[in-house]
């Protein structure tokens, strides 16, 4: 059953002079994985600390049918967050890590954790300070897994990470952690290594939402020509979102047209969410 | 409970100093009574009685001893006391300011805890458990102090200084414990005002608790000549030992002591007894601060989103 897990109406925070966020409206269903991206600065970590109730906020915003910001305690039962590599807390033990989680969350399996831990060359006796980064988020993954939540909120959760840490990291949550009845959002500036598993994307810029939509919709609404220069006028009376040249070929973003239409031009293929991206945060300039 | 037992377990293992510092101190007293204990007295030490000095041994009635005694077991809680009041005076100043200085917040904020349960778990390890953790280990510090003398003494002539009397040491642990419980309450405003500058100031929270004051002192004394912040300061601070009798030197009455001052302690654990203090408003005002600070501390660590 799909449920309502955030909700949000005319969502507005400025700090001074600077608006952070702009009025947003999404919403976010249950058993979806959505991709939040937006360049540095763009509102995004200041909408998912409104979600999860860090920040005061203008407007109208519901998680789990709660109000963050009044009711965190209450929300974090319900919600976990991987805000980056970098805030555990040195002095932390691993076992001490367990006992307290397990102290102050009622839906905390101490085995589960365990079980994770057990599977990589963490030691419970450590202190985060002796744990290598990727041991780090390792242990706040061991951690996150073993709580029944139904949302979690992951913002650039492998930052600093190696490759096969961050394929790892995506794999334990996919297939420990991910079920229907679940929501993941997660944000990272690695879009093409989360691109296969998300199911919803919401781009973010200048702290307005400008473009919020199912995966399987953007190759409907999008596609990316590649073509040659001197083809390359015909298509730009088109309308082309985005254009820019690699290697003295051109590719250009399209909304709203169809293949058809396109492949008299040169080849046509869906967009990466990479190209996609940048074609949405730099509209029509050409790079 | 479980829930109150874990907020209270993570500040010892973050703050390892709050249990370790009273165990060394301890360790050290029962071992440097053992080495040196009853060296540094005199075989011909005096005690001035009535203007006449005698021979301090010979002094020593069984009323005295029994004052004695009463003053050798709370003298042993000074030390703890001393290093116990500087070790939470950081303790507290830390304890909301280290956790976004190194952005875990951020992990203590993911966990189902309120904003209010956090501040008031530091405040109670600060004000409850710490002191009477203080107060249990000075219990048995104590009666292994005194068995060490009593050993050593035993067979000289300095034996009669210290008698065992179970009353007294059982009226000097009461007094103590009570003792503990009122200057949870007097103190309570300090530990509100710096656990609110430890949510609230940027960097330098010490710079921050000690300077404010200091600078208003300065400048009340250089344009209106008077000492009006300096004096409520000495009484929010001192004023606790005062109470106890143990005010600005409590080492000139231990070593002035003359008969006639001996009479006048009449018991000596009546003196420790800060009882009468809950009769004190200012005590009850000092409360209602604390409230409102711990209050505004809350406030300040749920808003802030700098890290």
Redesign the interface.
Known sequence: MTTRVIEAHGLSKSYGAHGALDGLDFRVDSGRIVGLIGPNGSGKTTALKAILGLTPYEGELRVLGLDPFKQRDALMRDVCFIADVAVLPKWLRVAQALDYVEGVHPRFRRETAEAFLGKTDIRVQSRVRELSKGMVTQLHLALILAIDARLLVLDEPTLGLDLLFRRAFYDSLLNDYFDHERTIIVTTHQVEEIENLLTDVMFINHGKVVLDSPVENIGERFLQLVTTPDRAPAARALGPLHEREVFGRIGMVFEGRSADELRAFGEVRAPSLSDLFIARIQGGKSS | M??W???V??EF??HRALWVAPLVVAALLIVLTAVSGGVHLAADARIEVDGQAIDFVKAITPERAEKLFGVLVAGLYVPQLIVVLVGLFFYLLDALY??RK??????W???????S?TVAAKALVALVVVPLGVWAVSAVTSLATIGVLTNKLAGTSFAPIVQWNTGIWLAVQAAMFAGTLVAALWYAPVAGALLLISAWARRNVFLWAVLPPVALMLLEKTAFDSNRVASFLEYRLGGFFDAMGMGVSPGERAVGMTDREFARIGEVYSRLDTTPLLGNVDLWLGVAAAVLMLWAAVQVR??R?DT
């Open positions: 479980k829930y037992i874990t907020l377990r993570r293992w973050e280290s956790e190194d952005r875990s917040i951020l992990f904020k993911s966990l189902p805890v309120s904003d349960h749920r808003r989103d």
